[in-house]
């Protein structure tokens, strides 16, 4: 018997909730995968803990501490459909290349990224989380580019962990 997911043609096997199958995007694609070699260069060879969960489960966050950030409290004005709030966000007195921490659910971490831990001699690797959303509409495109890009880093690397962060909220 053959599992379930090959007995479907592609096409019903990539359908969005609401029916509409989004093509993926090959310009964007080749876009992503080479912004995401410089990232991916810096993992090669080397030992990496690759961090991974769901989107504001804290990877980058986590990153920041290890790096020595110290968080302080700010207010920020943000507006939704309700109009305006002010609300308090931890923010990094120090800031990492390429590792932007997102806040409200929004991710900000869209590629694959390698960053070196000179005093534990490993490279720990940020990486979007799971269930990610773009305001570009090009989910299937960015899942696909980074489904490559971790397989690449995964390859690269001298030897591997993985570190799941759990969020309960």
């Known amino acids: 018997q053959m599992p379930v997911h090959q007995q479907l043609p592609l096409q019903e096997q990539r359908q969005e909730p609401h029916g509409q199958q989004q093509p993926i995007n090959l310009e964007k694609f080749c876009e992503l995968l080479q912004e995401h070699g410089e990232g991916s260069l810096r993992c090669a060879g080397r030992h990496g803990v690759m961090l991974m969960g769901n989107t504001g489960a804290g990877k980058s966050t986590f990153l920041h501490l290890l790096a020595g950030a110290k968080f302080e409290k700010q207010m920020f004005e943000v507006e939704d459909e309700f109009g305006k709030d002010m609300v308090e966000r931890?923010?990094?007195?120090?800031?990492?290349?390429?590792?932007?921490?997102?806040?409200?659910?929004a991710s900000e971490t869209m590629l694959v990224n390698g960053h070196h831990h000179d005093a534990t001699g490993l490279t720990y690797i940020d990486t979007p989380g799971f269930n990610n959303v773009s305001e570009s509409g090009d989910d299937d495109t960015i899942d696909a580019a980074n489904a490559s890009a971790i397989t690449s880093t995964i390859r690269s690397c001298k030897t591997l962990r993985f570190v799941f962060l759990l969020n309960t909220e």
């Open 90 to 105: 931890l923010v990094p007195d120090k800031k990492i290349t390429g590792c932007k921490i997102g806040d409200g659910g």
